[in-house]
């Protein structure tokens, strides 16, 4: 009976030892399906920073430089319907502050917070089906201490009485802020306005616009009230960033792998135009035919900023509700040089 016992301890014992093994080469394998066919991006990328609180349930979304070109700039939110955070970091990605955002009346502000820009003494925060930015106060975030409440000072339109622009990120390149939607034709429309086929023969469904800076009397929030230009953008674009003639979009979708892609401004400009917002603007097209370089990054890449000829990018795949990307450095916001996103 006792020889027995034992000869069924070992057997168990080899059958749990097996299924280790077993989960644990899957592990590898997974990781090695993450980050191989990316090595090049792992090549080139250093580790800037933590992200902050990722494994405390936020996600993050959307990340800036201030004005003074060190203070970098983050924007969260949270499944669980807390109120969505602001960081800020000093140049070694040190905390300087963590704003938890409100509206105008105090109450907890849950949006997504997918894409933010600053400039000047605001902050423009992607308001997403809104149709609108949320302005902030960047001096309040700044003094806001750790967990100190914010409330926007107002709203941005990013409508008219019939369109609007549902923006899930914003870009700034010095004239002007950005503001993009993300098309995806299961899930993410656009208004069949917003959608057309490019000179190349492509088919489009997002816009991004851009609002020029202004201290004119008729500027709301240190913007011009209506769009001077836009860009046709290809399909699940996260984030943007422009670049001495070029601009740079970042593309995501689930599990997919992310791609950064760089196009040339000169060639992506369009002899047609488009109207939106009541609106008649001049069209820039993202497009094979301007399109000069693409770099594939690991799944969930979120949008992106430049300083000094490099790219700052935030992946949410090690946030808590994907998790599978604290196994593969996405807990760390990277940055890359812009040369590495090579030319074809």
């Known amino acids: 009976m006792e020889k027995t016992k034992k000869k069924a301890g070992k057997i168990i014992m080899i059958v749990l030892l097996s299924v280790l093994g077993a989960a644990a080469l899957v592990l590898l394998l997974f990781i090695a399906y993450l980050r191989?066919?990316?090595?090049?991006?792992?090549k080139e990328a250093q580790r800037e920073f933590s992200i902050p609180d990722i494994g405390n349930g936020f996600i993050p979304q959307g990340i800036t430089f201030a004005d003074d070109g060190n203070?970098?700039?983050?924007?969260?939110?949270?499944?669980?319907?807390?109120?969505?955070?602001?960081?800020?970091?000093d140049k070694d990605g040190e905390?300087?502050?963590?704003?938890?955002?409100?509206?105008?009346?105090?109450?907890?502000?849950?949006?997504?917070?997918?894409?933010?820009?600053?400039?000047?003494?605001?902050v423009y925060l992607a308001g997403s089906s809104k149709g609108c930015l949320y302005v902030f106060d960047y001096g309040e975030i700044i003094s806001a201490g750790n967990g100190g409440t914010v409330r926007y000072?107002?709203?941005?339109?990013?409508?008219?009485?019939?369109?609007?622009?549902?923006?899930?990120?914003?870009?700034?390149?010095?004239?002007?802020?950005?503001?993009?939607?993300?098309?995806?034709?299961?899930?993410?429309?656009?208004?069949?306005?917003?959608?057309?086929?490019?000179?190349?023969?492509?088919?489009?469904?997002?816009?991004?616009l851009g609002y020029e800076y202004s201290d004119?009397?008729?500027?709301?929030?240190?913007?011009?009230?209506?769009?001077?230009v836009a860009y046709s953008l290809p399909d699940i674009v996260q984030g943007m960033c422009f670049d001495n003639g070029s601009v740079f979009v970042s593309c995501s979708a689930g599990l997919n792998f992310s791609n950064i892609m760089r196009y040339d401004l000169e060639k992506a400009r369009s002899e047609k135009t488009i109207s939106v917002l009541g609106c008649e603007l001049p069209l820039y097209e993202l497009d094979s035919a301007s399109q000069t370089a693409v770099l594939k990054l690991a799944p969930?890449?979120?949008?992106i900023e430049i300083k000094d000829g490099r790219i700052y990018i935030m992946c949410e795949a090690a946030s808590n509700?994907?998790?599978?990307?604290?196994?593969?450095?996405?807990?760390k916001c990277h940055s890359?040089?812009?040369?590495?996103?090579?030319?074809?």
Not at 95 to 121: C, Q, R, Y
């Open 95 to 122: 905390l300087i502050s963590s704003a938890m955002l409100a509206d105008a009346e105090g109450k907890p502000f849950t949006g997504h917070s997918g894409g933010l820009t600053v400039h000047g003494e605001y």
């Open 216 to 228: 004119s009397e008729d500027a709301v929030f240190g913007l011009k009230p209506t769009p001077s």
């Open 153 to 208: 000072i107002g709203t941005f339109d990013t409508k008219s009485s019939d369109d609007k622009i549902r923006v899930s990120f914003t870009a700034t390149d010095g004239e002007r802020l950005y503001v993009g939607e993300y098309y995806k034709e299961q899930g993410y429309n656009t208004p069949d306005s917003h959608k057309l086929v490019t000179t190349a023969g492509e088919a489009h469904g997002g816009l991004a």
């Open 300 to 303: 969930m890449s979120e949008e």
């Open 71 to 89: 203070t970098l700039v983050c924007g969260y939110w949270d499944k669980s319907g807390h109120p969505s955070p602001i960081y800020t970091l």
């Open 36 to 42: 191989i066919p990316v090595s090049g991006f792992y």
């Open 336 to 344: 890359f040089p812009v040369d590495s996103v090579k030319n074809k």
């Open 321 to 331: 509700k994907f998790i599978f990307g604290k196994l593969t450095g996405a807990d």
